[in-house]
């Protein structure tokens, strides 16, 4: 079959990467891609976030399948554009995609489907929205409603610091996502993802991970799309995982088909794990990136036939094949990174690498220039490992980024530290 991803970052060189194992691919094409995947699959310079562009071009060359990556092109509607036209698509429509593109909508759904989550209340004028901290306090949570690129959250450790962050969503530092403002109640415990796949019905387990967030060791420094990731995570125990299918992540699926809205692709679920018991920090309507890069790495071929049955509504009929392994992956992200950058700089070393059944470098933020790689974006290399042990998986991970020579590049040195 020929398969279209649409993405550019390491999320969609991994799943690039996992499909083409799969011997059902016959062409793969992605758009835009990056230098890595250009590697492996033809790239498509294609606006991803528009449906019509994408819909006329996926008929053109005769796509069979359509992976879509990253949550804008969900928001946008493309999967539904997709379907419309008759074409496989994975990923949830634009109607179920609010699970992540709005945070009102999933308390909402949340309450209805008794969900365990934090307390929380809507706001759309600063004076109550403060009324509300100073009667509560801090810690307190204070989120811009829409997608604001991971950015509109500010967990507030002192209530001057709440007060400010809604006077900034008001100003419209987050755009129009900030025009409604969710505050909630702070959870302590420690945070792991949790993915399942869900055709609208049936709800099957792919795995689950631990991302950093923070730019430096010891989880010190601004926040990031992610420094690192490993999968699975030991916090999320067989035991937890069971609880917040049954409690968390089942019943907002079983609400969501009764709002005749049902979610079809990959649920994300961030789930925070305090004496036991989980509750939900958030969803995302996607696979996390570099969470991604980790299962994908554990996943194989099989993931493809993982994603086909549930676009195809055929869920029931699988399961997943693990391996008792660990895979671990390290970002490489241009120094200044989440603040600004240079771009431009060459990576060399990557020869260094080759990839092998236990290791591989996907890309994110590259492009060739003048026949070298260079770096053009915040979260440029995904340095991924796989091994019989978190341990041997890490440390085969970090003699790679050793390899690579690039004097621009920084990376974390203690992923995975709360597993090992
Ligand atoms: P979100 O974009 O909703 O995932 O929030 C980003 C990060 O903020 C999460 O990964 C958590 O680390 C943190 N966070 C969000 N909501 C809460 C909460 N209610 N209590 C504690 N931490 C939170
Ligand atoms: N790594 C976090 C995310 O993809 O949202």
């Known amino acids: 079959m020929n398969i279209l991803i649409l993405g550019s970052g390491g999320r969609e060189h991994s ?32 606006d991803v976030n528009n449906p019509g562009l994408i819909c006329d071009f996926a008929v053109e060359n005769s796509i069979d399948f359509v992976i879509v990556g990253p949550e804008a092109p969900l928001a946008a509607g493309v999967v539904d554009r997709l379907r419309n036209a008759g074409i496989l698509a994975f990923g949830p429509t634009q109607a179920a995609a609010q699970l992540e593109a709005s945070k009102t909508f999933t308390k909402e759904i949340c309450d209805a489907a008794n969900a365990p989550t934090a307390a929380w209340a809507r706001f759309t004028h600063a004076a109550a929205a403060k009324d509300y901290i100073r ?11 829409g997608l604001a690129a991971g950015k509109g959250v500010v967990v507030a450790m002192d209530e001057a610091t709440a007060l400010a962050a809604i006077d900034d969503m008001f100003d419209g530092a987050y755009g129009a996502a900030g025009a409604e403002v969710v505050i909630e109640e702070f959870m302590g415990g420690e945070e792991a993802s949790f993915f399942v796949l869900c055709d609208g019905e049936t709800v099957l387990p792919i795995g689950t991970a631990q991302d950093h967030k923070r730019a430096y060791d010891g989880d010190e420094g601004p926040n990031t799309g992610g420094m690192g990731a490993y999968s699975p995570a030991p916090v999320l125990t067989d035991e937890i995982a069971q609880t917040a299918l049954d409690q968390i992540i089942k019943p907002t699926m079983a609400e969501m088909a009764r709002r005749g809205t049902p979610y079809t692709g990959v649920l994300y679920a961030g789930l925070m794990i305090e004496d036991g018991q989980p509750r939900l920090v958030e969803y995302n309507a996607r696979f996390g990136d570099p969470e991604c890069q980790v299962l994908m790495m554990r996943l194989g071929g099989q993931a493809l036939d993982l994603l086909l049955a549930c676009a195809e509504g055929r869920l029931a009929e699988r399961q997943v094949n693990w391996a008792e392994d660990h895979a671990i992956t390290l970002v490489m992200a241009t120094k200044g990174y989440p603040g600004s950058y240079q771009k431009g700089s060459v990576i060399k070393g990557l020869d260094a690498v080759p990839e092998t059944s236990s290791q591989i470098v996907f890309h994110a933020g590259t492009t060739v220039q003048d026949g070298q790689i260079t770096a053009t974006g915040g979260r440029v290399l995904n340095i991924t490992a796989r091994g019989a042990t978190l341990l041997e998986a890490r440390d085969q991970a970090y003699a790679m980024a050793r390899q690579i020579n690039w004097q621009d590049g920084f990376y974390r040195k203690d992923i995975g530290w709360r597993a090992l």
């Open 15 to 46: 799943l690039a990467w996992a499909v083409l194992q799969n011997p059902k691919c016959d062409r793969l094409i992605v758009a835009p891609g990056n230098a890595g995947i250009a590697q492996i699959a033809d790239c498509a310079g294609l």
């Open 135 to 145: 009667a509560n306090g801090a810690p307190i949570v204070v989120k811009a409603d």
